[in-house]
């Protein structure tokens, strides 16, 4: 009698790639969705005194003192009034008040990520059912009723990789340059009516003094040309 032996063969399992890929694929995906560096401003070389400053004198700039009005410097109430109209009619600088007024509502909306939504949809019915209805029921015929649902749901996104981070960042720099942009706007808009107003003062002194001596002489206009020197200065 032969005695037969059978070999049992158990197969290894092979290591295949493809766990090595996808970890690779995660990896991968992970590095692009993390948070980038914070930007820094780059360094600039700037000297400590320009060889044209020369006898030039620093400028001392007192505007907090008048309160954006700089213009009262001059106390001429005709000016003032003007100036103040710019204020209202001016359609460049409502413009720009337009334009950072939509930079702070877009920042203000993408900031509000920060925080969970809630949002709700209440709904309120009042039935009445008929006392016809059949099968005939004195519990429910003839009877008034009100439903009152309000559902509401609450999400939260937790800003894990900075999206919300970067994009409010982002917006806040828009804003504060929409703000420069309104600064200035005011600055050129005022400034440039005092120097149409001085201007247009001067060439109606001119004008006064060439068409008639005694009436230049009656007017006295070294006090205008006194106030028109301090515009200068």
Known sequence: MKR?????????????????????????????CTVGPKYQRPAAEVPPVYKEVGDWKPAQPNYQNLDGKWWEIFQDPQLNA??????VSNQNLKAAEAQYTQA???LRYNRANYFPTVTTDPVATRTKTSGNRQPHSSAFNGITYNDLQIPFELSYQIDVWGRVRRTVESYRAQAQGSAADLAAVNLSMHSQLALYYFQARLLGL??????????ASSTDPRGSAFRIARAET
Request: aromatic share 8%.
């Open 4 to 32: 037969t032996r059978k070999l049992l063969w158990f197969a290894r399992p092979r290591r295949t790639p493809s766990l090595m890929v996808l970890l690779a694929i995660t990896a991968f995906r992970l590095t692009g």
């Open 82 to 87: 003007l100036e103040e109209q710019v204020n």
């Open 104 to 106: 702070s509502a877009i």
């Open 206 to 215: 001119f004008q006064s003094r060439s068409s008639s001596s005694d009436h």
